[in-house]
């Protein structure tokens, strides 16, 4: 898969990307990375690409034309791939994004700084907006990062274990499970015997449980999401009785049902 990013400062890149999975992905030609300077399409002798904005008030503002021309020359306008802006107003990146886009041979990412670009990229120029979440960074280049990361994990092949992010938090709609690793025992605290016994029915069974119990105490919501058996409900039904924990409602009218039709 290739990356595009457009960016004032390309120099904050290598380092991250040559390091760990994002390194061996490029190294196996699973992922490809095209860093490109903004200001190489600036017009005059001080590379300028942003000017203070209209109406006044503080700050200063991208300008189109760098963007519009940098744009233009690599993937073309309209853009041959889809061209995210990177902003704090844009829609909120999840995992479900991130898979979608790793199912795409290319992707372009607009980082912004200052006060964030002149509305005609937005509008024109940009097909999509991401955001990385409810906080305001100084610029897209770690929010670029974030999304190279985050879909390359995804790519076939991109992790040493073929199964390792499909048990991820969120890859099944719930957190994933706890893990534990050697000793046996770490200052009197224990590995759960299932883990130890080499039963995996009984392992995944535990996995399941746990995931859905965490899930239930940390993000409840995200259980109205989940297609939920009726082991799944019978567990929850079970793991909320004489504790303070609540089931969300739906789920609570899910077991009902269940409970009136058998
Ligand atoms: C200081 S921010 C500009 C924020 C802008 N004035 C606003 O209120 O929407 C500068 C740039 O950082 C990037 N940025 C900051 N926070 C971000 C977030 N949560 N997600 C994605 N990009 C973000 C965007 O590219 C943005 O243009």
Redo the contacts with the bound molecule.
Sequence with gaps: MRFDVFTLFPEVFPAYLETSILKRAQENKLLEVRLHDIRDWASDKHRTTDDTPYGGGGGMVMKPEPIFRAVDEILGIPPGCPLIL?????ETFTQQKASAYSKLPQLAMI???????DERIRQHLATQE????D??????EL?ALVVIEAVTRLIPGALGDPGGASDDSFSSGLLEYPQYTRPPVFQGWDVPEVLQAGDHGAIERWRRNQALLRTLQKRPDLLLGVELSKADLDFLAQAVQGSEIALPDPIIKLIQNRKERS
């Design positions: 990177l902003t704090p107003q844009g980082c912004g700084r200052y006060e964030g670009f991401v955001s990385i979440g906080y305001v960074l100084s610029g897209g929010p």
